[in-house]
């Protein structure tokens, strides 16, 4: 019985050790999916709409992320970060703003310095906080790609570039396969662990209990065996209880009795 609260005791710690290792890699596998999921959707939605529309920035709900080349812009933010930049009707820009435009295929974040009539048609002449001097060519509202949202994110933008190169790529989109065919064999194999320690438990206990029945049914073979073996109880006649003799009347003895006188 010892042995066997032993054997069960260890079998409980196994399995809630098997149990907590597989709910991190549970917890692992979820993180893992929320973090790489949407950035492979991210990725291939900007691609595609990078093909689609080559003279515009990819934007999500109307947001884009703009890495920053260059110190132009300088303290506002810094080359090799990220800035958000949102769609934004042209018609409300107005001085001092930052915008983001198109200028011979390169994007170009400045601030507006001054908003122009002319002919008809609305120029805005922008300038970089670093420079000296502002754009020669006005930016036209079919330039504007969107307006700086004041979100940005320290060497996000050198990172992006990395993951534009082929390493980065490999690791980009190749790093969050492994780790999620890492996962799912690691959890594989935990499963395949357990269910083999439940299947030679049960074939212990099996055993067990054949040989619990096995012991029993030598003991009641013993004591048949005993049982028959047995020499029967003869009681002497000095162990014979001692009889008691009713004496016998006359009558019973076939004597007359004399007349009484």
Known sequence: ???????HGASQAQKKQGGALQTVLNILGVVLCVLFIPIIILNVVMIVRSYTDPDSIPSVFGY?????LSGSMSPEFEAGEMIVIQKT?????????????????TAITHRIMEVQQQDGSVLYVTKGDANNTEDITPVTPGQVQ????????????????WLQSTPGMLICVGGPIILLVLWDVLRRMLQSRRDGKEKEKLQAESTSREQE?????????????AQNAAPAVQVSPAEQPPQIQRPVSREEN??????LS
């Open 1 to 7: 019985m010892a042995r066997g609260a032993r054997a």
């Open 146 to 161: 969107g307006k700086y949202t004041g979100f940005h994110i320290p060497r996000l933008g050198d990172f992006a570039i």
């Open 89 to 105: 009707d042209p018609d409300t820009l107005k001085v001092n703003d930052v915008i983001c435009f198109m200028a011979e295929e």
């Open 213 to 225: 029945m096995a012991a029993m049914e030598e003991e009641l073979r013993r004591l048949r065996a």
């Open 254 to 259: 076939g004597e007359e009795q004399p007349p």
């Open 64 to 68: 884009s992320p703009v890495i920053v």
